[in-house]
């Protein structure tokens, strides 16, 4: 992770899957990880992700951060449908054809949220 950070941290965000962060990209919400008695901050929210630091999150199980967003990176129309594929695909691994019983309202909460509110 670079040193550089913005100041802008008020600026329109997306939330994207690691596989889709970039070396450059700035991140736009803190990213905590942590186990059940103890959190810990990964990157504050301005920092400059690096190669390094998409390799550290993959190592960690982070699956996507929240990435500030400018014209450049706001996605096609087809980058929106291959994002909400992507986002059901994921969420069949995770849950599979038929989610558990006591895990159906968190299944439909994401299934609402969808990766366009996320």
Do not use: H
């Amino acid at each position: 992770m670079s040193d550089e950070r913005t100041t802008d941290c008020l600026s329109p965000y997306r939330w994207m899957p690691i596989t889709d962060i970039e070396p450059g990209m700035v991140t736009a919400r803190p990213v905590i990880a942590g186990g059940e008695k103890q959190s810990a901050i990964l990157i504050a929210v301005g920092s400059t992700v690096t190669a390094s630091t998409i390799a550290q999150l993959i190592n960690k199980g982070i699956e996507c951060i929240a990435v500030q967003v400018d014209s450049s990176t706001i996605p096609s129309e087809a980058d929106r449908i291959d994002q909400r594929q992507r986002y059901q695909d994921r969420l069949g691994e995770i849950f599979g054809a038929t989610p558990a019983e006591n895990c159906r309202p968190l299944f439909d909460a994401l299934v609402k949220l969808g990766p366009d509110q996320a």
